[in-house]
């Protein structure tokens, strides 16, 4: 079963870009890496996804090394909003999703 | 935006009784999963469901779950009889696609057992 690994927590200041780090041990051929957004006591809330390379949207970048081992999500310029736990998903099976364990990314003013 | 909806938003019950939490779908979605949350841990996967049936379960869901669609619309989860340390927030997501597809989640029931 492919398994994702994570950081535990990170601090950053406002402004500073952020950069989480996932591995993706065994990942398969055919499997995407996604990433959530979670707030106290909220669901997790899809971020971005990809497959390989860099892949932008209006809330964050994602590398992928040709390798697919692991992958790196960017948040430019964080605003205390932005304070969560971010999760890396990837498939464990056909249908099995599993998160990482997260990483808590706080931001100071 | 559709969204996925849960009920109980925070369920209290005796150790033993059976709980079952509720969920609706993005109408057209495929693809139904549960996920638990114990306080200050991960979010674990439960279970995924599709075409009426179980596609994937994980070590956690025993035989004390199950999931159902009892009509074209909810999406249960049913413990037979809570223990303690199913005390958790519960996350029902759907999907439009399997494997990597966007999963929606709900806001999520919280389950106390005392």
């Known amino acids: 079963l492919a398994k994702t690994t994570q950081p535990i927590s990170m601090d950053s200041y406002e402004g500073q870009e952020v950069n989480i780090t996932c591995s993706h041990n065994n990942i398969a051929t055919n499997d995407y890496i996604t990433w959530y957004q979670q707030f106290p006591s909220q669901g997790p809330r899809f971020i971005i996804q990809?497959?390989?390379t860099k892949v932008t949207n209006e809330v964050a970048s994602l590398f992928i090394p040709a390798d697919r081992k692991s992958s790196t999500l960017s948040l430019p310029r964080v605003s205390l909003s932005d304070t969560a736990v971010y999760y890396c998903l990837g498939p464990q099976g056909n249908n099995r999703l599993a998160f990482g364990k997260g990483n808590q990314v706080v931001v100071i003013p | 935006e559709p969204e996925v909806t849960q009920t109980p938003s925070h369920q209290v019950t005796q150790m033993g009784q059976e709980v079952i939490l509720r969920c609706v779908p993005i109408?057209?979605?495929?693809?139904f999963y549960w996920y638990r949350q114990i306080l200050g841990q991960k979010v674990e996967f439960l279970v995924s469901f599709y075409n009426n049936e179980i596609s994937e379960k994980s070590e956690i869901f025993d035989d004390q779950f199950s999931v159902e669609r009892p009509d074209g619309s909810n999406f249960t989860l049913k413990i037979r009889s809570t223990k303690l340390e199913d005390s958790a927030m519960y996350f029902c997501?759907?999907?439009?696609?399997?494997?990597?597809?966007?999963?929606?989640f709900g806001e999520g029931s919280r389950l106390t057992v005392l």
């Open positions: 997501a759907s999907s439009g696609l399997a494997g990597g597809g966007e999963l929606f």
């Open positions: 990809g497959y390989k």
């Open positions: 109408s057209n979605h495929l693809y």
